[in-house]
């Protein structure tokens, strides 16, 4: 693409449509954590949820083995053949060069940089605020998301029920024991609300690094699930054999024999 003052004309918008493109930049630095963690195969599942049709052609071609002269090539052709101006425009330029830069392995702080150049600064300088963990919104939005994904009838699973029976210390205990990746393979296979009491319990940094953890996740075997939740079980119950029971913690364990 030729980015000069003619194309500056052609995607200008509305700063609605503007702040629009700030949610398609957020999902895009995702796969980017997504590609550099697990590599590009990872992308694959994303693929085929995808409602996005151009950024579904353009992962396609990633994953395919393509070269990124190619890729860009093909794409820069899809764009200037559809004649787009405004926020399609702009909408398209975002995802194209969010894929070569994932393609190319770049830093996610460099992609960021780059996509939200093409929005200017006033509107830029909004995106930590709404969708950075600085300001908590991207987290917040995340268990908000977590909080509607399931009916509040979704059948508990057998961890889930031994989780609901810790109080809050034990929690908190359990999760100082076991290892992230352990909790996000489990945490796929729990109720919302089992969900929402460990993220709520988790401090923000440890809370962040599960949510990062669990959207880099790719599909995990049944029995690779299964392992993980039987050591957080195992720790469960080492925790319950290591804590007294409230009374005896208070030294009221019944009157004394006269």
Not at 87 to 100: D, K, N, Q, S, T
Not at 212 to 219: A, F, V, Y
Not at 230 to 253: K, M, S, V, Y
């Amino acid at each position: 693409m030729n980015y000069d003052w003619a194309f500056a004309r052609r995607i200008r918008c509305r700063r609605e449509d503007q702040q629009q493109c700030l949610l398609l930049i957020s999902d895009i630095l995702l796969l980017t954590k997504k590609a550099r963690s697990l590599g590009l195969l990872s992308l694959i599942e994303t693929i085929e949820a995808c409602p996005n049709r151009f950024l579904k052609k353009g992962l396609q071609l990633i994953v395919d083995g393509e070269k990124p002269h190619t890729v860009r090539e093909i794409l820069e052709i899809s764009i200037m053949a559809g004649g787009f101006r405004g926020r399609e425009l702009l909408e398209r330029c975002i995802i194209l060069e969010g894929l070569m830069g994932i393609q190319a392995g770049l830093n996610p702080k460099s992609i960021q940089e780059l996509l939200l150049s093409f929005i200017g600064e006033e509107v830029a300088r909004t995106y930590e605020t709404e969708f950075g963990d600085g300001g908590g919104g991207n987290l917040d939005r995340f268990l908000k998301n977590l909080e509607q994904s399931q009916p509040p009838s979704a059948a508990q699973s057998p961890l889930s029920l031994l989780f609901s029976k810790l109080g809050d210390d034990e929690i908190r205990q359990c999760l100082k024991e076991i290892s992230t990746l352990d909790l996000a393979k489990a945490l796929k296979y729990m109720n919302a609300k089992t969900q929402m009491r460990i993220f709520n319990t988790l401090p923000k940094p440890g809370a962040l690094f599960l949510r990062e953890t669990l959207e880099q996740m790719g599909r995990v075997p049944p029995s690779a699930v299964a392992e993980a939740q039987e050591r957080i079980e195992a720790a469960i119950r080492d925790i319950r054999r290591r804590t007294p029971p409230p009374q005896a913690a208070a030294g009221l364990t019944g009157p004394t024999p006269v």
